[in-house]
């Protein structure tokens, strides 16, 4: 018997993302920068993912499949590493499929395979980082020591509280005169932490690791006045925390509004995506603007996503 199959290109493959919400048997996910196939069992191959590969990565390979083997796709989905095999378990979890499932620790167990965590793969993992960051931040008083015990991770208002109102910045100046706004420290989302003072009711802004690299004026056009994150949807790693972290700067600082910046680049997307989860996920309502950037610093898309 014939079945089509998506096939993937590796080496053409960005990771953006874009084809994962495309596949409604959620067979897709981008794990360690690449979109991998975790499960032929729930490819229909109709290939309603490949329209939205934005690089050509993805085709539809008819390829012979007389019986579903689960053995012989764990040992293809094996060679992916453990996160790909983390993924196929709680995948095959999420669908109820039992006699797959364990079929597949069963090959593991044979291969003498070791899959850190493989029995609570099938916990959702937002949820999961949700609950980790709130008991993480409950032994964190008044968030003054956000972080862990790292130095350079511990939570710092730099400039005022509040935004001021006039068109003299008060804060840092840099060698060159150009004034910082730069309110708080730390900034990358796996590390600020959402009960610092500096994040209640504050307008935040979310932005891709190279957008300041791209817009000259990025501290006095966009930072000026909030608070800041930043991050990147292709190369970090532990992305569920990303959106547990929004999660509670949406619920538990009762942030304002949140602005999140992004390259034109299609991996960029990534980071809109997180953000509309987390509003999704959370309990309040905030309206999030979107601004999209050219390389050449210019902004070529700027609306409200979620109002």
Known sequence: MLREIIEIDEDLCIGCGNCVPNCHQGALQVIDGTCRLISDLFCEGLGACVGHCPTGAMTVEKREAIDYDEFEVMERISAGGPN???AHLAHLEQHKQDAYLAQAHAYL?????????????????VAAAIHAHHTQQGGSHGGSHGGGGCPGSRARSIGPSVPETNTSPTNTTTGSGAPSELRQWPIQLHLVPP???????????????CSAFAVG???????????????????????????AKLVSLIDDARINTLTVMIMEVPCCGGLIRMAQQACAAAQRKVPVKQVILSLEGKIIQEDWVVV
Not at 109 to 125: L, M, N, S, T, Y
Not at 195 to 209: I, N, R, T
């Open 84 to 86: 790909v095999i983390r």
């Open 195 to 209: 009960q610092a003072p500096y994040f209640q009711g504050a307008d935040v802004l979310l932005a891709a690791d």
């Open 217 to 243: 004026a990025f501290h006095q056009d966009f930072l000026r006045g909030k608070a800041l994150a930043i991050a990147c949807p292709k190369l970090d790693q532990g992305q569920e925390a990303y959106i």
């Open 109 to 125: 167990e044979e291969h003498d395979i070791a899959v850190p965590g493989a029995a609570d793969a099938a916990e959702a993992p």
